[in-house]
């Protein structure tokens, strides 16, 4: 997708003027405010409008809403892949109601949508050439990520799309836990779809997701970015990731899309989004990966910490997909605002997420916190910043 800008028509003469500006693209529903800086320079106008978006919802949806111990139960609990890709067979989302959801983010105050495309099992939420561990070829025969898509065009909502890019528990060739232990389960016995030999091996999985990242950025619309995790994988192997070539293709289908991958992978992100802290990963990195790692960690985030940036951050207490023991514990209301302040502190938007249930349907305790955080929004406005408290000193 290309944006031509109006002046380079006019100066290209009336016949090339009039075929150009048939063959120009819509303007994305959400950018409609910014029309004019959108043909002079489509980053900026996406850039913009982040900017003034403030607050959007998250959605962890897949195959782990079945089970509802969280998105990275098949991880935590080891399950075998062939047990586990049985909840596809269960997967009927009789409840996942687009219409509702984007009508629950407007009334809400949110001005953007982030759903789980394809998360860390590999399962995805559209229909795919490359792949039939999807929602198209389960029970459901629904293209989720198209629902919604049409739904936020719709109603000029931004639509983001999150891909796990850098962990993958069923593709044969992701590497290896030796790198890191969040790259396969810790099964007892070895899997034998598992067929990674060596460094080499990774780049069938990259043709895979390059792939699939083309599916979602040339048949879903004007998106308003690609949001990619986690970031541990990557900064286990930097190495292996053709992270330039990857940002390269988002840019090129689709200049207005914004490219994120939470607190960076090499700096070049549109915008960082750490969880729930705004903080760096660097320390984190250290211990688990060494000094060289986490340089590169801490350099990513450097260049991203001063640009405008989103916090994302959770209803339920501790996981991202829904967990039926948290059902007591959501936040309300009032905790919202007050992390919407904190994010506002930090000159970052916040994401909130809600982990939908087996059937698709929002946890009802989440609808009735959105729906008073919107009223309260309209009657009272934005809540105030909030400063972050500072740092703690480390110990002596």
């Known amino acids: 997708m290309t944006l031509i800008s109006r002046r380079s028509l006019l100066l290209a003469g009336p016949s090339c003027a009039l075929v150009s500006l ?94 789980t495309a394809r998360h860390h099992d590999s399962f995805c939420l559209f229909e795919s050439r490359h792949s039939d561990y999807t929602s198209a070829a389960s029970p459901a025969r629904r293209d989720l990520v198209r629902e919604l898509a049409d739904q936020c065009r719709k109603k000029d909502l931004g639509l983001f799309l999150y891909y796990s890019y850098a962990l993958d528990w069923r593709h044969p060739y992701f590497y290896p836990r030796k790198f890191s232990s969040i790259a396969r389960p810790d099964y007892k016995n070895p899997e034998p779809r598992y067929l990674w030999k060596k460094d080499e091996d990774f780049a069938r999985y990259i043709d895979f997701v390059h792939a699939q990242i083309r599916e979602l950025l040339n048949n879903y619309g004007p998106l308003a970015g690609l949001w990619l995790d986690p970031i541990m994988g990557y900064y286990a192997r930097p190495d292996l990731f053709p992270i330039r070539e990857t940002y390269s293709i988002i840019r090129s289908l689709q200049p207005q899309a914004l ?79 007050r992390r919407l302040g904190l994010a506002f502190g930090q000159s970052c938007n916040l994401l909130m997420n809600t982990g939908p249930l087996a059937d698709g349907s929002i946890h009802p305790t989440d609808v009735k916190t959105l729906r008073e955080v919107g009223r309260r929004i309209r009657q009272e406005g934005w809540p105030a910043p909030i400063s972050p408290a500072p740092p703690k000193a480390p110990a002596d």
């Open 22 to 115: 048939r063959a120009a693209p819509p303007i994305p529903s959400y950018l409609k405010k910014h029309e004019s800086l959108l043909f002079q320079n489509p980053k900026t106008a996406g850039l913009t409008w982040f900017r003034e978006a403030r607050f959007g919802l998250f959605m962890h949806y897949g195959l782990y809403s079945i089970p509802a111990r969280g998105e990275w139960v098949m991880y935590q609990e080891a399950i075998p892949l062939a047990e586990y890709e049985k909840f596809k067979e269960q997967f009927r989302v009789e409840k996942f109601d687009a219409d509702f959801i984007t009508d629950l983010a407007c009334e809400a105050g949110m001005n953007y949508v982030n759903i």
């Open 259 to 337: 490219v994120c991958f939470k607190q960076g992978a090499n700096g070049t992100e549109d915008f960082a989004a750490p969880e729930r802290t705004g903080q760096s990963l660097a320390d984190r990195v250290l211990k688990q990966h060494g000094p060289e790692k986490a340089k590169v960690a801490a350099e990513a985030w450097e260049a991203n910490r001063n640009k405008h940036n989103e916090i994302c951050d959770t209803l339920q207490p501790r996981v991202w997909g829904y967990k039926r023991d948290d059902d007591r514990q959501h936040l309300d209301a009032e905790e919202v605002r």
